[in-house]
Structure formats: structure tokens, C-alpha cells
């Protein structure tokens, strides 16, 4: 319990928020590296997975490649690459995209997959061009499954950044680092609960965004289909329980 | 006007779904495609509009092959209606309908103001305009889908069993809309059903269709009730079984001015008037006000015929 306070007073006290080395710069560092691998993991696992999505072909080699990528040890990787080009901010921004495609890519088909095959033939047979079809059906009513694989990823490229410790660089992990290596455990400590604060932080950012992104009409059950009995549903009344409960 | 000349589909699995079809069907008028389930009926209609391609054979619309465009803008200029209304679940009941004459530019306040009275047009109230498909009824989400088909004013509208999926009472206020609906607005339907009595009830041209869309018989209802082509036809529209004639009851005592008519297995099929116990057409005069009031939908025509 002491050595949980000792962390808060570090985390608390002014002198340690702000300067070189201080837990601002550190999260901004943590969070620069977040945000770059996100951005190339995105650039690659969206367009990729929404195209195995709507065409249904590729599929088994994308989950093929994704599921490998899974298996494979993140520090182990890093250390590998770091043989072939030397220390430097490049081996960590591989292997965070490396860890955060297969979530987005998996979220992108899984989630085309979901859409029902007669809302997209409807659509094709009123006269949507099939970029239409894509942009204005299937991403919209793909959202939920498209943004909970985006969440999963940023949350894993959050926790795994904390090996830029070990390589050199800084980021929130250089604190767990230090600690264990200094035997300051209330440091670690401290450390420890800034790399959860921050996933919660931007766990709960990304909830809220994803209420902004998912539309209404797509709540969770709603999206499948409009094939249903003559009863009308019992919630009839203003914009549904739409809250998108994200996966 | 419609024609489809030597069309054949067969699908990449081998399914021979339509075998060498050949049919004119007339402007401002409703064909309706019947026949059992997998006799290719759907395929028939999707040709219509590209959603597949024949085979061999040509289909030209006015004249022209609609291979000759692109399938985009030929779908964009037909109105089509699916079993399960196929409502886009993210979009308002307005935007669904407007979802057509948005994409081709359409100002988005002309296209709402338009979807509204197209609201009006199928007995829909307005006040279901700002709903999501899913929280109306199944006939309520049948009729937003043939407002959608209406919205860029088409000259063809194809319908793919659009009341196939909703209770008989409904499908019967459906049927008597787009009755209603086909004399105000004189479109060329092309229906398609498994429903001998809807077709009966709908059609100008009813194409009874076999296995491949081989064509069993075309005609009026009136010419195929009283004359089926085939024990094929005849079985199909019931006639075989004494279905669709009747006859007065003698065996029930008679009430007032009504006599009971019994089809042929002797079940009930309603009432026609008999004022003064005559039978319409059977005594002098009086033929012209005379009615049948069937017992059910399904001897309608029989009644008419
Ligand atoms: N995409 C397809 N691939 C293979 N066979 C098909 C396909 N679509 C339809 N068929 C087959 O073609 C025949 C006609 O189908 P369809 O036109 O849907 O019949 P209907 O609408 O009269 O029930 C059926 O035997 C069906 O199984
Ligand atoms: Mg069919």
C-alpha cells in the first residue's frame, strides 16, 4: 500500500511533470509512437480488409497471414530487426503495425461479411455503382465490427509501446524500465498506472467516438436485416436504444 | 414495352434457370410471371434490369437492347421491389426513398419534399418519414419499397414477390394499392408470384411458367380461367379440382335475396345476390346490378369469371 502511494506522490508531484525525461514528454513520446503506427496500420489493414470484404476473395490468405502475425513474440521481433538496422525509432513502428494490422483487418472483412446480402443486392439493383455500394452501405453498416477492430488495435499498440523502453527509446514504458533496473519499484509502479490511465483514457475517447462514427440506424441486431415479421418492434419512439454498443 | 427474344440463362453451375424464352409484354400494362418455386421466374425479372446477364438471347426495352448502356443507368430508370423490401437499416424511411434521385443529383430538399408525397402515394403517413426501416411493420417497409421504386418516376416498375413475406390481410390491402396505384399511374409491372389468385387478381397478362420459364400458357385471366392450354394450366389454376366452378347450393335453405354458391368439392365460396330468388343472367333484366361476394380472396376471379 505504501509503495501504491509512493507511486501517486511520484505521479503527482509537480517537479516530475514537466522537462526533459518528465512524465509529459514521455507520454507524448508514447503517444507519438501510438499514433504513427496506428496511421500505417490503418493505411494497410483498412483498404486490404475492405476489399477482401467486399469481393470475398482472399479471404483465407489474409487470415492465414493474420493469425501468423499474431503468434508472433513482439520483443522477440523487435530485437531481430534491431540486428538488421540498428537501434532507432524504425524497429518499434514495424512492429507495433505489425501487431495492430490483423485486428483492423480482421474488424474490416468480418464486418463486410456481417452485412446482410440482400440490403447490398438491393442496393446494386436500384443502381448503386459498387463504389456506392461500398462507401454507402457497407462501410456505414459495417461500422461496429470496422471500429471495434480499431479500438482492440490501439488499445494492444498502447500496451506493446512500452517495449520502446527496452530499445533505446522513451515513451511511458522508459519509467517501468528505469524502476526495475534501479530496484525503484514505486517508479514502476508509477510507471505501470500511467500505461493503464492512458488506455483507459483513450479506450474511453474512442467509445465516444465511436458513437459519432456508428450510425444510428445500426444498432447492435438492427444492422442485420430489414426482413421481419408484421409486428412492429416494441421500440418505436425517437432514435432507438442506438447507442452503438461497441463490441 | 418489353421483349425478350430466344433468352436463355444458364447459371455457371449448370442450372438451365430459363431456356429459350421469347415474350412481348405491352406498355402500361402488368405481366405477371407465375409459376412454382425455382421454375426461374426471379430470373426472368432480373434480366430485365442487368442484375444478370442471359446467356444467349437479347431483351430490349422500346426497341432498344438494354445490353447496348450501362447496367447502372438502366437500373437507375426501373423500379424494383423485392420480397423483403430490402430497405437500406441505416437510412430514415426519406432517405431511403430518396435514395435514387439523391445519387443522381437530385437537390436533397427537392428529393425529400418528393419522398414525402410518395409517402402519401402508397398510404404511408408521413409522420413514419424520420423512422428507421426496422422499426415499422413488414407491410409498412413493403410499401416504403415501392416508394423507393416510384421515386425516379420509371417507366417499369419489376416486382419480385413484394407480398410474398407479409400476412394475408396486409397482402391483400397491398394488392388492392397497387391496383389502385396501376390506374392512376399506368407503369409497365412486370410482378412476379407463385400466387395463381394474385396473378389472376393483378395481371393484364398472366404467364404461366414451368420448369426452365417454359411458358404453359400467356393470355387474360379470363382466357386461361376459361380456357387452360393444358391438364398442366388446369391443374395449376386449380380448375381441375372444380376450384374455380360454381355452383348454387341447393341443400341450404335460403335467406332474404342471397343464394349460397359451393365450388366444386362442395365448400362453401360465398354469396351471390338473387333478388326475388332469381339468379343473375338467369331471368330477365336485372344482370346489372347483381355482385358475388365471395368468402375469400381466392374465388374472387372465379366470381368475376
Ligand atoms: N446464382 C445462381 N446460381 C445457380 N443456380 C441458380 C442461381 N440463381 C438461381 N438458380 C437456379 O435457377 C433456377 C431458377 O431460379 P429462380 O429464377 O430464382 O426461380 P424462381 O424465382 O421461379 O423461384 C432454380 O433452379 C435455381 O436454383
Ligand atoms: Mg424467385
Not at chain 1, 128 to 137: A, D, G, N, R, S
Not at chain 2, 28 to 51: A, D, E, Y
Not at chain 2, 184 to 205: M, P, S
Amino acid at each position: 500500500m505504501n509503495l501504491f502511494l509512493d507511486a501517486l506522490n511520484f505521479l503527482f508531484d509537480p517537479a516530475n511533470l514537466t522537462g526533459t525525461n518528465s512524465i509529459l514528454s514521455r507520454l507524448v513520446d508514447h503517444l507519438a509512437y501510438t499514433g504513427l503506427s496506428m496511421a500505417i496500420a490503418l493505411v494497410i489493414g483498412l483498404p486490404l480488409g475492405l476489399l477482401v470484404g467486399h469481393t470475398g476473395r482472399g479471404r483465407n490468405a489474409v487470415v492465414a497471414v493474420s493469425s501468423a502475425a499474431r503468434a508472433l513474440p513482439t520483443l522477440g521481433l523487435i530485437f531481430l530487426i534491431i540486428l538488421y538496422t540498428g537501434l532507432g525509432v524504425g524497429p518499434l513502428i514495424i512492429v507495433l503495425v505489425i501487431l495492430a494490422v490483423p485486428p483492423l483487418l480482421a474488424g474490416a472483412y468480418s464486418g463486410l461479411e456481417a452485412v446482410n446480402r440482400q440490403t447490398i443486392d438491393a442496393a446494386r439493383a436500384i443502381g448503386m455503382t459498387e463504389w456506392q455500394i461500398l462507401l454507402k452501405v457497407e462501410i456505414p453498416l459495417a461500422m461496429p465490427l470496422i471500429f471495434g477492430g480499431i479500438r482492440s488495435a490501439t488499445l494492444q499498440v498502447i500496451a506493446t509501446a512500452t517495449i520502446a523502453g527496452y530499445v533505446g527509446l522513451t515513451g511511458l514504458g522508459r519509467f517501468l524500465i528505469e524502476g526495475l533496473a534501479l530496484r525503484d519499484y514505486k517508479l514502476a509502479l508509477a510507471g505501470a498506472i500511467l500505461v493503464i490511465a492512458l488506455a483507459l483514457c483513450v479506450d474511453a475517447i474512442l467509445a465516444l467516438t465511436g458513437r459519432l462514427v456508428v450510425p444510428h440506424g445500426v444498432a447492435r441486431g438492427l444492422a442485420r436485416s430489414t426482413d421481419k415479421s408484421d409486428a412492429p418492434t416494441p421500440r418505436l419512439h425517437g432514435r432507438v436504444s442506438s447507442a452503438p454498443s461497441n463490441p | 414495352m418489353i421483349e425478350f427474344h430466344s433468352v436463355t440463362k444458364q447459371f455457371p453451375d449448370g442450372t438451365l434457370a430459363v431456356d429459350d424464352f421469347s415474350l412481348v409484354l405491352p406498355s402500361r400494362k402488368t405481366t405477371v410471371f407465375v409459376g412454382s418455386s425455382g421454375c426461374g421466374k426471379t430470373t426472368l425479372l432480373r434480366m430485365i434490369n442487368r442484375m444478370i446477364d442471359p446467356s444467349s438471347g437479347s431483351i430490349e426495352i422500346d426497341g432498344i437492347d438494354i445490353a447496348s448502356g450501362s447496367a447502372v443507368a438502366l437500373r437507375r430508370s426501373i423500379g424494383y421491389v423485392m420480397q423483403n423490401s430490402g430497405l437500406l437499416p441505416h437510412r430514415r424511411v426519406i432517405d431511403n426513398v430518396a435514395t435514387v434521385p439523391l445519387l443522381k443529383g437530385v437537390n436533397k430538399a427537392d428529393a425529400h419534399a418528393q419522398a414525402l408525397e410518395l409517402l402519401d402515394t402508397v398510404g404511408l403517413d408521413r409522420a413514419l418519414a424520420h423512422r428507421y426501416p426496422s422499426q415499422l411493420s413488414g407491410g409498412q417497409q413493403q410499401r416504403v419499397g415501392v416508394a423507393r421504386g416510384l421515386a425516379v418516376n420509371p417507366n417499369i416498375l419489376l416486382m419480385d414477390e413484394p407480398f410474398g413475406a407479409v400476412d394475408p390481410i396486409v397482402r391483400d390491402d397491398l394488392q388492392q394499392e397497387l391496383l389502385r396505384l396501376q390506374r392512376d399511374l399506368d407503369k409497365t409491372v412486370v410482378f412476379v408470384t407463385h400466387d395463381i389468385d394474385e396473378a389472376f387478381l393483378l395481371g393484364d397478362q398472366v404467364v404461366i411458367l414451368e420448369k426452365g420459364a417454359q411458358i404453359a400458357q400467356v393470355g387474360t385471366p379470363k382466357e386461361i380461367l376459361a380456357n387452360p392450354a393444358s391438364d398442366f394450366v388446369a391443374t395449376f389454376i386449380g380448375a381441375d379440382r372444380g376450384k374455380r366452378r360454381l355452383a348454387v347450393d341447393s341443400t341450404i335453405a335460403r335467406s332474404g335475396d342471397d343464394v349460397v354458391l359451393v365450388d366444386g368439392a362442395g365448400y362453401v365460396a360465398g354469396v351471390i345476390d338473387a333478388p326475388g330468388g332469381v339468379l343473375p343472367g338467369a331471368g330477365v333484366g336485372g344482370t346489372t346490378n347483381s355482385r358475388a361476394r365471395s368468402v375469400s380472396n381466392k374465388t374472387d376471379q372465379a366470381g368475376d369469371a
